[in-house]
């Protein structure tokens, strides 16, 4: 059967750094497009903080409607200081949380893969993090993050109190954990997956659920690991890692903490895959201490547009050529503000982006 060579992409560039970071990315999916002689069709909408201003909500109806419909959603970033006095309900974050939930992506994957050229930006040592290549596979629509009751109330006596809960279904461990043991198979066959089984009720189940799961992945290998233990082993061993499955909560903090292991958290990518849906961005936030100076580095929503050709329009080579390519501009030493280091050069968001695109030119279609 011949492949789909159309597409629908909608894209949300957001708030802060969000809409440089996605022009950027948008150029090297039109190179990408045009090597491949595909026609993707693009509609762009606010979300977050720009979704707020233009309607009053930061997922206006229209802009989930446009996700809905699309092949995959590309998404800069969302937030700023500007929107973090107004009700919780209406913050920036809740578009993204919103998305998740209602586009059903309960499926984070968050590669932290080192660039040779970049070893020596880690605050590592050389050794500890050189040839790092390991996955976080992050339950997104589930756990603390949506479990109900949640709040904040006063009690009887007067005590106020804020509150939230950790839970999760039998159903919704089972496609997470396969998510994760079929993506292992494609790599070293490795899963570890991390909870806090010793104190949490829902952490242990989760732990016997995963076990159970196992069985029909024998060729799979399974470990276990509190997430305590797991923050200490990223930093002190990270190489031991193939693919960490994890709950929603443990996800967003040790893929912050695995992004540092690459030298920064502006160079990893995500994808957010459910069932009809995915969405891509890259993991960092709108930092808008930054925004708008040329400052921001495109690389990690330029690498989420090679895993969107991956996941979403059944395309592996444009990840290659855009991982060679980042590595070949990186080798160059040219380097965005938050990686730059003594000797190198330092270029803005959009030259980055203009080199990638020049590299990318040469990369040719099998
Ligand atoms: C992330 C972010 C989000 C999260 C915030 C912005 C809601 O930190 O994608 O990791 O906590 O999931
Ligand atoms: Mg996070």
């Known amino acids: 059967m011949s492949k789909k060579t159309e597409f629908n992409i909608t894209v949300f560039p957001g708030d802060g750094i969000g809409p440089e970071v996605v022009q950027e990315a948008l150029k090297i999916l039109r190179i990408i497009e045009s090597k491949l002689g595909l026609k993707i069709s693009i509609n762009e909408a606010p979300v977050g903080g720009a979704g707020y201003e233009a309607t009053g909500h930061p997922l206006p109806d229209a802009s989930l409607e446009l996700a809905r419909n699309a092949d995959a959603v590309l998404l800069g970033a969302v937030g700023g200081p500007k929107w973090e006095n107004i009700d919780f309900s209406l913050r920036p974050e809740r578009a993204l949380l919103g998305l998740r939930s209602s586009l059903g992506l309960y499926a984070n994957l968050r590669p932290a893969r080192i660039f040779p050229a970049l070893v020596d930006a880690s605050t590592l040592k050389r050794e500890v993090v050189e040839g790092l290549d390991l996955l976080v596979v992050r339950e997104l629509t589930g756990g603390i993050y949506f479990g109900e009751p949640r709040g904040v109330d006063t009690l009887e006596d007067g005590t106020r109190r804020g509150f939230n809960t950790l839970v999760y279904s039998e159903p919704e461990i089972i496609r997470i954990a396969r998510i994760a043991f079929d993506v292992a198979r494609k790599r070293n066959k490795s899963v570890c997956s991390v909870d806090k089984a010793n104190v949490l009720e829902s952490t242990g189940f989760w732990r016997e659920v995963v076990t159970d799961l196992h069985s029909s992945y024998s060729d799979v290998e399974l470990s276990h690991m509190y997430v305590d233990n797991c923050a200490m082993q990223l930093v002190r061993n990270p190489k031991q890692f193939d693919v960490i499955l994890t709950t929603n909560m443990f996800g967003d903090i040790l893929s912050d903490e695995a992004s540092m292991l690459t030298g920064s958290i502006g160079m990893l990518p995500s994808a957010s895959l459910g069932e009809k849906h ?89």
């Open 278 to 366: 995915a969405m891509y961005e890259p993991i960092h936030g709108s930092a808008p201490d930054i925004a708008g100076q040329e400052l921001a580095n495109p690389l990690a929503t330029i690498l989420s547009v090679g895993m969107m050709f991956k996941y979403s329009l059944d395309r592996e080579e444009p990840n290659e050529w855009i991982e060679s390519a980042v590595e070949s501009v990186l080798g160059q030493g040219v380097r965005t503000a938050d990686i730059m280091s003594d000797g190198m050069k330092q270029v803005g968001t959009k030259e980055m982006g203009d080199l990638i695109a020049e590299e990318l030119e040469k990369r040719n279609v099998a």
